[in-house]
């Protein structure tokens, strides 16, 4: 296989590192809890972003069979099962997270003419319809050539996130500037988390929208002075996704109220409310497509990447060969078909819990849950790689070549805090006003323990083949 030899600039690998990251999904859900989010996007940055960051850079520079990834590290780290587990949890956090996207894709839609759609509990069944038909629509769309599907994508990059992240900034400097501002501050201690489950459950949801740093791993091999432009590139791009979220979520706290943002479509409630302030609300409609638009394009991407991970791990026979179907473009229609059915399972919540917040904060809080496990284990994994393969080369190494502590104390950290977000994640944020605590956690409970135990039966069945 010919192999590239260009090499990627410091510049190049930050972008990439902040493009895989950088989300502003998350900004409507953390701005419930005003400048308290600086907090939680502090920890999360140091205790999980920086470690992963940096870990992922050794582990890909190590293993660069099947372009690494998190399979490929689990695997040699902890063995083909826990590979074979960590996969499994990687595609299934994002299958989890497809009802809660089109969920905040349709709230944002209907702002241009039924604000209170996604809220309104009479319209539940409606709801579920234009959600399945919408993902069936865009998993569809997925069967087509890659040349093709690309083209939403590339489009989704402009108008789902740099564009509303101008806008939302712009926005709220407008309204600082001319004394509109709705945030209150008081002193430090606004940065404190006041002690309230219902706050400290958004910690796992902060920690998985800083996940994503894997999905670059395979650059790190054609870093130029890998030693000195790895870390300088990531201490860059941790600055700068930091620095974004934070700037994006404030600044939404700054054109709406902190108790009146929607955790659904709060990006386009703040866009439109700078709008109407510089007399250009004629235009929303316009910027409601856009947004639209992007989040159309960004839900499409993650539909097929995963499907396509899934569906080469069945050509290899880790997983049933049901899933290995492509169509004649080489698109995985068969994993395309399975995550439309799952869809439909999971969508299901918005028939059965009280509102649309608590269904969307359920699945938020599956999502996170099973991202923060299979982070659990790529960070075990690095760990048990320094003791059974010293003398592999790292072209990245965390720390000293000739020392572990480094890497050994940021994985410990980044496991605690997994832990505790997974714990504290098993309770309903404030966001979802959901009243039945122990039907909400035992959902959860329940969820974990089957979406985990189907990779392990499947591992049982076939342990004679998987040793």
């Known amino acids: 296989m010919h192999i590239s030899n260009k090499k990627i600039s410091t510049l190049s690998l930050t972008m990439l590192n902040i493009s895989a990251i950088i989300s502003l999904s998350s900004i409507a859900y953390m701005a419930t809890i005003g400048l308290q989010s600086v907090f939680f996007y502090l920890i999360a940055a140091v205790t999980f972003l920086l470690p992963t960051s940096l870990i992922c850079a050794e582990l890909s520079s190590m293993i660069t069979q099947n372009n690494g990834g998190v399979f490929s590290w ?23 997270g497809f009802p809660s996207s089109v969920t905040a894709l349709i709230a944002t ?194 539909i097929l990447g995963p499907a396509r991970g899934m569906q080469t791990a069945a050509e290899q026979e880790f997983f049933p060969k049901v899933m290995a179907g492509k169509n004649r473009f080489g698109m995985p229609v068969n994993m395309l078909l399975i995550q439309i059915l799952i869809v439909l399972v999971l969508s299901s919540v918005f028939l059965v819990m009280p509102s649309v917040y608590a269904a969307f904060a359920l699945l938020i809080a599956i999502t996170s849950q099973f991202t923060v496990v299979m982070w659990i284990m790529v960070f075990i ?48 944020p404030s966001f979802s006003h959901v009243k039945n605590v122990f039907q909400y956690t035992m959902i959860l409970v329940v969820a974990d323990i089957i979406i985990i135990a189907i990779p392990l039966i499947w591992i049982w069945l076939h342990r004679k083949r998987i040793l």
């Open 74 to 96: 689990v695997k040699a780290g902890l063995g083909e099962k826990a590979g074979v587990l960590a996969m499994w949890l990687e595609w299934f956090n994002n299958v989890v």
């Open 109 to 302: 839609f209907s702002y241009i003419g039924f604000r209170n759609f996604a809220e309104n509990t009479h319209t539940s069944i409606t709801f579920w319809l234009i959600m399945v038909t919408v993902f069936v629509g865009i998993s569809l769309f997925n069967c087509l050539p890659l040349r093709k599907v690309v083209i939403l994508n590339i489009i989704g990059a402009v108008f789902g996130m740099i564009i509303p992240g101008v806008l939302l900034v712009s926005g709220a400097i407008y309204f600082v500037v001319t004394g509109q501002s709705n945030l209150e501050y008081h002193g430090l201690s606004d940065l404190l988390p006041v002690f309230s489950i219902g706050t400290y459950a958004l910690l796992v949801k902060t920690l998985s929208s800083y996940s994503g740093i894997q999905s670059v791993a395979f650059h790190m091999t054609n870093i130029e002075n890998p030693e000195k432009n790895i870390p300088k590139s990531i201490l860059i791009a941790t600055l700068v996704i930091v620095s974004l979220t934070i700037l994006t979520t404030i600044g939404l706290t700054v054109i709406i109220p902190v108790k009146d943002v929607n955790v659904l479509n709060g990006l386009i409630q703040g866009i439109s409310q700078v709008l109407n302030i510089i007399g250009l609300g004629d235009v929303k409609p316009v910027v409601v497509i856009m947004i639209s638009l992007g989040m159309l394009a960004a839900l499409s991407t993650w």
């Open 381 to 428: 994994a690095a760990i048990r790689l320094r003791f059974i393969r010293p003398d592999t080369h790292r072209i990245f190494h965390v720390g000293r070549r000739n020392s572990n502590w480094l890497l050994i104390t940021m994985s410990l950290v980044a496991i605690f805090m997994c832990m505790l977000g997974f714990i504290l994640g098993l309770f309903p």
